[in-house]
């Protein structure tokens, strides 16, 4: 059954990053002022040529995969099975080795990100015998285990709660959710560390109780961070109180990704089935105002042109002053395969880079993109004409952030 994904919804934030902070509450949307003529966004960057480098780790060990990087190195999580995961480290991005953190359980792997980066630190997050507990690590090796509070929240196995986590200059978050149906609690529980080596106690925020809540999509960006839990979408400066800034989106049956940077906002949000696969794939907003902001589907005879609703985004990364997503073909059996990365320098449209002249044909999919310092690196699965099971990787110079 294919999974529609329409990548929409990039909106322009003003003032919700930059705001005094406030105790949570939905805020009333302003007055919606006259189009820009001129964004005043930075020019579009120049594209970075991808290049593949020699696969090392088998795909026997999971078939998804999750990259976080840092100044220190990179981190690649697998996921096994519902008991275990494996972590592979690297320095540079080409020769990975298997590290081996204290035993840490999955919480919820395919519903969560358990890896994040940034500064001085990579971070893990699992269940140990102590609960909920954040691994930190500088050089991918040794590391500390930080036990996140319970407080009053029974959740008695990792099956129980879904977590995912996000680092950025303005600290580490964890964000979690139960997993039961129907849910004991709307709203997602949050951790919060200004410094990423301890973390305060639970705090609870609260979701809209009219709707079955999805997993939770954290991302932290220079100012602020992002939280979508379901069809809000919510910031925070702080990581303890938060606004809504959902009022005045478009429909949208759920968030699936988000990220941003100093002044912008991209939300990338489930389909409506309803929705007719011609309607615009992604939004951005600028002074109040909703505009469409189209993905470039690609030009033949390049590989992967294919319609809207065969077209996946896995992750959305900031890229400098702007914005990266990647993703996959996904088609019915016998449709083409390929791996596809699009950029953006301001939200207000995606260009997709070439596939086949990026080895990205070879690709079944490309699930995740790890930066550290200046070096990108993308990871994803071989297409079924590949001999050998193991990872493709791909590097480029990554643009300096801001």
């Known amino acids: 059954m294919l999974i529609r994904l329409a990548l929409a919804l990039a909106l322009v934030l003003t003032a919700s990053c930059n705001a005094t902070p406030t105790p949570f509450t939905s805020l009333p949307t302003p007055a919606p002022s006259a189009p820009s003529t001129s964004t005043g966004l930075p020019k579009p960057f120049e594209p970075p040529k991808w290049v593949k480098t020699a696969p090392g780790i088998p795909l026997t060990v999971g078939p998804d995969w999750q990259g976080a990087g840092w100044d220190g190195g990179l981190l690649l999580a697998a996921g096994v099975n519902s008991h275990d995961f494996e972590l592979f480290t690297s320095k540079d991005g080409h020769d990975w080795r298997a590290s081996a953190p204290v035993r840490m359980i999955p919480l919820d792997f395919f519903r969560g990100r358990v890896v994040a980066g940034y500064g001085a630190a990579g971070y893990l997050v699992g269940w140990t015998s102590q ?5 930190r690590t500088e050089d991918g090796e040794r590391g500390e285990t930080i036990p996140l509070q319970l407080g009053d929240l029974k959740v008695r196995s990792p099956l129980d709660l879904s977590v995912t986590i996000a680092a950025g200059p303005r600290g580490v978050i964890v964000v979690g959710s139960d997993t039961f149906t129907p849910p004991h609690y709307h709203g997602v529980y949050v951790w ?17 109780v009219d709707e079955e809540p ?9 100012n602020c961070f992002l939280l979508g839990n379901g069809t ?29 940077n100093s002044s912008t ?4 949000t489930s389909h409506w089935p309803s929705d007719p696969p011609e309607e615009p794939l992604a939004w951005y907003r600028h002074d109040g105002t909703w505009r469409p902001a189209p993905m470039d589907p690609g030009r033949l005879p390049d590989a992967g042109v294919v319609p809207v609703d065969q077209r996946r985004v896995n992750a959305v990364r900031n890229w400098g002053t702007g914005f990266i997503a990647i993703g996959n073909t996904q088609g019915d059996e016998g449709t083409e395969i390929a791996g596809m990365v699009w950029y953006s320098a301001d939200g207000s449209s995606w260009t997709r880079m070439p596939v086949r002249d990026n080895g990205f044909d070879t690709a079944l ?33 990554a643009p300096p952030n801001p």
């Open 131 to 135: 609960g909920p507990t954040v691994w």
């Open 192 to 208: 919060y560390s200004p410094d990423g080596r301890s973390f305060g106690g639970l705090a609870r925020v609260p979701g809209r």
């Open 214 to 222: 999805s997993s939770a999509v954290v991302q932290a960006t220079p």
């Open 232 to 260: 809000m979408l919510l910031s925070s400066e702080d990581g303890v109180h938060w606004q809504d800034i959902t009022t005045g989106m478009p429909r949208t049956r759920g968030i699936v990704h988000v990220s941003g």
């Open 265 to 268: 906002v991209v939300v990338f």
């Open 365 to 397: 999919r490309l699930l995740d993109i790890a930066i550290s310092r200046q070096k990108a690196v993308l990871v994803g699965s071989p297409s079924y004409r590949s001999e050998n099971l193991l990872t493709l990787t791909w590097q480029a110079d």
